[in-house]
């Protein structure tokens, strides 16, 4: 009964892993970088078949500074840019869900935004992330600082 439970909970261990984001390896790869104005949020990618999944590390807030803090915040997993590869894609799609409390009250600013663009191998992209004023929004270039041709998709990963 006892190995019962422990292989339980390990096969319960070993899922929750597959919630996030698997990024793939290769040559047959693009990479994107995340950042933001100081608002913190978390990166999403498109999954075909199984929905938007969060990358394993969230955008943060520039660290105040000091050692201690920025190791604080490498165990929150935060980060104030997170890369990661995503598949070549013609329709690839990526996103940001931002969840914050507002100051002094019980309501949350929420916003999710997401792009589709094509994502070509080897490339090496840039999403940024701006929030300001209740609105929130998402730009893409490539590694010349040249706009991709992203365009503003609804919530959805087919």
């Known amino acids: 009964m006892k190995y019962l439970a422990i292989a339980s909970f390990a096969i319960t ?12 390896h290769g040559e ?6 995340f950042t933001t104005n100081g608002t913190p949020a978390q990166p999403v990618i498109c999954v075909p078949g199984k ?24 165990t929150l997993k935060k980060n104030p840019t997170v890369t990661t590869t995503i ?21 949350r600013d929420r916003c999710k935004i997401a792009l589709q663009f094509d994502a070509i191998a080897g490339e090496h992209y840039q999403a ?24 503003h998709i609804d919530w959805e990963c087919p």
Request: glycine content about 8%; charged content about 15%; proline content about 5%.
């Open 13 to 24: 261990l070993a899922g929750c892993q597959h919630l996030s984001y698997q990024p793939p």
């Open 28 to 33: 047959d790869t693009a990479k994107i970088t």
């Open 51 to 74: 929905g938007f999944r969060s990358t394993e590390y969230s955008l943060a807030r520039t660290p105040m500074g000091g050692d201690s803090m920025n190791d604080l915040m490498q």
């Open 87 to 107: 598949s070549p894609s013609e329709q690839a799609r990526v996103g940001v869900v931002y969840n914050q409390k507002s100051l002094n009250s019980t309501l």
């Open 128 to 151: 940024s992330f701006n929030y300001s004023a209740d609105q929130c929004g998402l730009s893409i270039s490539d590694s010349t600082g040249k706009a991709a041709d992203a365009v």
